[in-house]
């Protein structure tokens, strides 16, 4: 279920936070956005997807 899903994906954002993985931070928040959009909660899955976007376009290693 979707609400089961989200607990899911919400406590696999804090342990990419705890272990500074951006990436994983913003496939997490995808994911998180998807389950808004399938819940017809178009603002909240907006935020979910542009906080990805950020996360995923931050440079990883500024020297390559």
Do not use: C, F, S, W
Request: proline share 3%; glycine share 6%; no cysteine.
């Amino acid at each position: 279920n979707a609400e089961g899903a989200r607990e899911a994906l919400e406590e696999a954002l804090v342990l990419a936070r705890e272990m500074k993985e951006q990436d994983l931070q913003g496939h997490a928040m995808l994911n998180l956005g998807d389950i808004e959009l399938d819940l017809a909660r178009y603002g909240r899955a907006l935020d979910r997807y542009d906080t990805a976007l950020a996360a995923l376009d931050t440079p990883r290693n500024p020297e390559l």
